[in-house]
């Protein structure tokens, strides 16, 4: 079983579909190990976009990422990272298969519905970046 880290962004939260997409997740088999509403400040958000700090957009995501607080959300599956991509979509919904949550739900290439670690490697860090030990739970 593996864990991966989501962010239900800001265009979720505002568009009031977070319940659609973790029913998706939950149809599709994922536990939930842990679950937060989080605002994210400037630290974190370059911290968690570090791959994409030095882009001419990134302040554009830091607007938006911080413009209404994120529901974090820990998942677990058989093959859990590639998986939530998967049914995710690519990055631009205006480009993502459809069916995928990102087509569905998604505006653009920023606007985007989720955040999802991108392999095992970054997963296992941004667990840790989001949640503390006793946030996750087993039962
Ligand atoms: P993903 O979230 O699909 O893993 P990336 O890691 O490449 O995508 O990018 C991180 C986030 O940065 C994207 O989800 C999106 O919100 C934003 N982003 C990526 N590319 C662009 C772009 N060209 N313009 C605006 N925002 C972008």
Do not use: W
Request: with cysteine; proline share 3%; aromatic share 8%.
């Amino acid at each position: 079983m593996d864990r991966t880290l989501i962010l239900l962004k800001p265009d979720s939260i505002k568009g009031k579909f977070c319940g659609k997409v973790i029913s998706r997740f939950e149809e599709a088999g994922f536990l939930i190990r842990g679950c937060k509403m989080m605002k994210l400040d400037a630290k974190i958000l370059r911290e968690h976009y570090a791959h994409v700090a030095d882009k001419p957009f990134y302040p554009e995501i830091e607007k938006f990422m911080s413009s209404t607080p994120v529901l974090a959300m820990v998942i677990e599956a058989e093959n859990a990272v590639d998986k939530v991509r998967d049914m995710l979509g690519v990055t631009d919904s205006k480009k993502a298969a459809a069916g995928t949550l990102r087509a569905m739900f998604g505006t653009d290439v920023m606007v985007n519905v989720a955040h999802a670690s991108d392999s095992k490697e970054t997963a296992a860090k941004e667990v840790v970046r989001f949640f503390k030990k006793e946030e996750l739970f087993e039962y």
